[in-house]
């Protein structure tokens, strides 16, 4: 039986772990779409169904704001500069990552 040399196994380990850091490094910097559809579904219990609320509701619409615009007030929520009966409080959980993936998110929304 030929014996097989260990050099191309240690080549595919290495790329594999390679990937792994890759992988698991952009999983940090930005949540996965699904896990932004889950934050985005936490807001529809007030803002309606992808960020759209029902025709004379009181709840502003979230999807197609501005991105811009949807991180400025999530972070003013959060900081506490911008006043709020429930917001304040659900805006302290998020990190900045998860806040430009939800701004992100409602503005691709029409």
Do not use: W
Not at 29 to 43: D, N
Not at 93 to 104: P, V
């Amino acid at each position: 039986m030929p014996s097989l040399s260990a050099a191309p196994f240690r080549s595919a380990s290495l790329v594999g772990a390679v990937l792994l850091c890759a992988t698991a490094a952009s999983a940090q910097t930005a949540p996965a779409p699904l896990a932004t559809r889950a934050l985005a579904a936490t807001c529809a219990n007030c803002h309606g169904t992808e960020g759209r609320p029902v025709e004379g509701e009181a709840m502003p619409r979230l999807a197609g704001q501005p991105r811009e615009a949807l991180s400025a007030s999530l972070r003013a929520f959060r900081d506490g500069s911008r006043p709020a009966t429930v917001m304040h409080q659900l805006a302290k959980g998020y990190s900045n990552e998860e806040i430009d993936a939800l701004a992100a998110y409602f503005a691709a929304l029409r």
